[in-house]
């Protein structure tokens, strides 16, 4: 019998990275946080979601996971996957919560902790890692995971099923690869718009030493800055390693064309989130502007009619997928499928906690069965709070090596998830003077 | 001194709307519900504010209010009036939260509550209903209160300053209009999908015996059915009044078209919802495509981002702003204005529960101060619930009165508050079947 779903756990994780200006950008400073789910069955077997969160609100997407809950409890996992694009339209065409969304924000966010948390319960069942369990599903099987809702004047079923078959060749050989070599990555570490200009410097010089290529620095409203801070970056990894920027949603349309204008001296592989997530025409009017500066973007895209658009306009020339922003991988899938559609090369967001465990997979898999090809494409790396997970990602030489544990490799040890639970935690209690 | 702000109280109220199949439409069976919110101050005034939910669910929006409240709580009013995008930048920028929308969903609406709840405070204090408050400030303070990040694309704080100046004469004029003959309505309450074709038959005529010459119905994925249901409603109102078409986002972009060629003949005024809100290019291929029927949208449209592109790609020929969807009165503003400066009119969403009490005050508004044009003009009306507000609105002649009594008429009656709220009052536990 396929394991019955008991219960779904949900805790609320908080790291306080705000102490160190870890993950300062022009608009966030935050504690990186996880609503972390646990999905229990008969068997004894459980799987693991995760969505990343900033610190304060966590518990409202806690909140929500309870509110999704009953669509998953007392269900069969065979009966889920067995209609899986049945399932996530179970969770987001709730008749009373698709109001609070829909699809999108905190609910959305909480959906996709718990699609995830299915996800990596069935992959652990077949006893492969994520990446591994999705490249061995037939192109039908993938098609038949997707809800093409909103999406049929972009991509229809039967061009999904001709994408993925077309990739069918080589798929041995890109799998032999990716254990061999593992996926190609950047850092984020070295740039942190809160970090002092020495420790710029050290973090680049380290970084280097370790094999990275491609580095990424945060860039905010003061255009001097802008340059003092780009032309230190420049300075210490050369002309012939990859500059990227990302200004974190803090320019208007105008500005963004204005600034990088005027950073273009600088060389800049991409701007990432130069404005508004939800302005699909002003990335396009962005991408217009400043070619061949490329426009990324897609950590804060809210759902796959977003990134629809965003191909449809040509506004962006890299897409930055989520693991779990979105409604989980049920979402991540026909996401993938558009970009290869639209020639746009998928560069997945990673950082905060728990993501760069994520993506991984979804890099790995996007090679091997999608988007079959690694020009233009890295996968964001952040060297934070890998220790707290049972199956940490593995990054050498600047690549990430595939995993080969089970599952979707979010798992968190439980010593942290109790040091680090809010507001009970042992970390939380001693920040707070509570003995 | 002005009053000082010393706690926000936050309720969630349910009405079981579900029963009777009221509101019932191709996604949405809800019971309707508000997050209530009580702004408290020391000097015993008190402002309310409230955001619309679907039932369950309504939860995790009072959680989010509970997380904003600390942004309102110990300031004086004037402090917030004196700088009102600064106060709304203090809710949608803060640095942790801000990544669980960013401007969007649960978290947005909760802001929207909170911030309707401070206009409400604020017009009480000046004695005025929030129409004659709003019309009785200056072009400068009406662009003072707008926060213009990521739209300055689109509308500039000159631009919005010169609209307001041009639309001075005539104010007083238009006002004493408003008071005398009210703002034109047309109602939703005849053609719900869960009512039957005699209950719809009967609605119908008594409506038009009420004097109403404009009438919504909804419509679903059936085509057949659609086309069923519209014969009548044409058959019971007649070629001369208005028809409107309701898909509530049940279509992809290719089967919108489609039905909306199929049903032309019953000469609908507007297709609203035909797609996803988030659709803004879906929007504008449905509108090239069934011109001369006029596409409206709003009610889900989450932030002015996403109503600057439906302007800016031509996509909507009627604006639907909801008046807690977005953060409040201070979101409201902009699009008004720039839906003055495109020259699509604006028809608001009401129903639910309170929305016709908030929206009577924002037609009302935008007639005297921004829109100066009846052309094209219809503010939904929806009957049901009203007899639950201290203020609620009057319609005569399907027309709405301008309200007279101070504040935002969005205050609740003590003991509809203390039978409704969820799960503890006494209707809830009735219905549970608890003592």
Redesign the interface.
């Known amino acids: 019998m396929s394991p019955k779903i008991t219960e779904v756990q949900v805790r609320d994780i908080r790291f306080p990275t705000s102490l160190d200006m870890d993950g300062s950008d022009s ?5 990186y946080s996880a609503t972390y789910v646990t999905v229990h069955t008969d068997t004894g077997l459980t799987g693991n979601g995760l969505t990343f ?5 966590n ?3 806690v ?2 996971v309870h ?1 999704l809950k009953h669509h998953v409890i007392g269900r069969r996992l065979a009966e889920i996957t067995g209609n899986l694009s049945g399932f996530f339209r179970d969770l987001t ?17 909480a959906t996709g902790a718990l699609i995830n948390g299915v996800w990596d319960l069935w992959a652990k069942r077949e006893g492969k890692p994520m990446w591994k369990h999705l490249a061995d599903m037939s192109p039908e099987q993938i098609v038949n995971a997707i809800d ?6 972009a991509l229809t079923p039967d061009e999904a099923l001709a994408i993925l078959k077309s990739r069918e060749d080589g798929k041995e050989e890109r799998e032999a690869e990716m254990l061999r070599d593992g996926f190609p990555a950047y850092t984020t570490s070295t740039g942190w718009l809160g970090y002092s200009d020495d420790k710029v410097r050290r973090l680049c010089r380290q970084a280097m030493s370790d094999g990275w290529t491609a580095f990424k620095m945060k860039v905010g409203r003061n255009l001097e800055d802008n340059i003092r801070r780009a032309a230190l970056m420049r300075e210490e990894i050369g002309s012939n390693r990859l500059l990227m920027m990302d200004a974190n ?1 803090c320019w ?4 963004a064309i204005d600034q990088m204008k005027a950073l273009a001296v600088f060389d800049p592989w991409w701007i990432e989130e130069p ?8 990335h396009a ?1 962005i991408q217009r502007a400043i070619t061949p500066i490329r426009v990324a973007t897609g950590e ?1 895209v ?2 796959r ?2 990134f ?2 965003m191909l ?2 040509n506004a962006i020339r890299f897409l930055q997928v989520d693991s779990c922003r979105m409604g989980g991988v049920n979402e991540v899938l026909p996401v993938l499928l558009m970009a290869a559609k639209f020639g746009v090369p998928v560069c997945p967001h990673a950082g905060g906690v728990g993501l760069c465990e994520y993506v991984q997979h979804i890099s790995i898999f996007d090679y091997i069965a999608i988007g079959a090809s690694l020009e233009d494409r890295v996968c964001e790396y952040v060297d934070h709070l890998h220790e707290h997970f049972v199956d940490p990602c593995i990054v050498k030489n600047a690549r990430y090596i595939a995993p080969t544990r089970p599952g979707y490799s979010i798992t968190i040890k439980p010593e942290s998830l109790d040091a680090y639970e809010f507001p009970g935690g042992r970390v939380w209690r001693k920040l707070q003077g509570v003995a």
């Open positions: 608009l966030n400073l935050g504690d969160t900033n610190g304060r609100g518990e409202i997407v909140a929500a509110a065409v709730d008749n009373q919560l698709r109001w609070l969304g829909p699809e999108k924000g905190i609910l959305h966010m093409f809702t909103y999406i049929t004047d949603q208007d349309v105008g500005e404005t508004s997530p939800d302005d699909v025409l002003g009017a804060v809210q759902n009619v977003i629809k658009q449809q306009a």
